[in-house]
């Protein structure tokens, strides 16, 4: 089904503010992360809203290959999981195992069948330092791009498990 809108004007009673990232499950449903309004919301397929995940400034949202909600925390490479049923985050990512060139870490991806499908198997884009690198278990085991790339600002992986980037230069 294509959609033309989504979520309501401010002028009504639940407004779309400032969305930054989007995913969508198998069932439909459609995932926004609002980085202004310090939440991830989720619409029904047919476009109702459904509920809401609070987090300080969701940077994007992405869906893992079993459908766990992965939400990219403001400018760094803060990354928590988000539990569907009581909303409440945990750490996906260890800030302390982070390269010390860590850039902005602008967006995440998941890489579906990298270490057998599992879902702690991502990429991140990371525009400050040039490259995206590939975390498993929440430990880096990859750096992709460095001399090539100028300024990845997006990832993502295809359905053929290619991975595609967006480099901004």
Do not use: C, P
């Given at each position: 089904r294509a959609w033309a809108h989504v979520g309501k004007t401010l002028y009504q009673s639940y407004e779309?503010?400032?969305p930054a990232g989007v995913a969508a499950d198998a069932n439909g449903k459609i995932f926004v992360a609002q980085s202004a309004a310090g939440r991830i919301d989720v619409y029904n397929p047919n476009g109702s809203f459904g509920k809401s995940y609070i987090l300080d400034n969701p940077a994007d949202v992405e869906l893992s290959p079993s459908g766990k909600i992965l939400v990219?925390?403001?400018s760094g490479p803060?990354?928590?999981w988000?539990?569907?049923d009581s909303g409440l985050p945990s750490e996906a990512l260890n800030p302390d195992?982070?390269?010390?060139?860590w850039g902005s870490g602008e967006y995440c991806a998941f890489a579906p069948n990298a270490a057998g499908g599992a879902d702690d198997a991502y990429f991140l884009s990371d525009s400050e330092a040039a490259c995206v690198r590939k975390y498993v278990g929440g430990a880096q085991t990859l750096k992709i791009g460095e001399g090539v790339l100028e300024r990845p600002l997006d990832v993502e992986v295809d359905g053929n498990g290619n991975l595609v980037i967006a480099d901004e230069w």
């Open positions: 779309m503010y400032e990219k925390e403001g803060s990354l928590w988000i539990d569907k195992i982070v390269d010390a060139d």
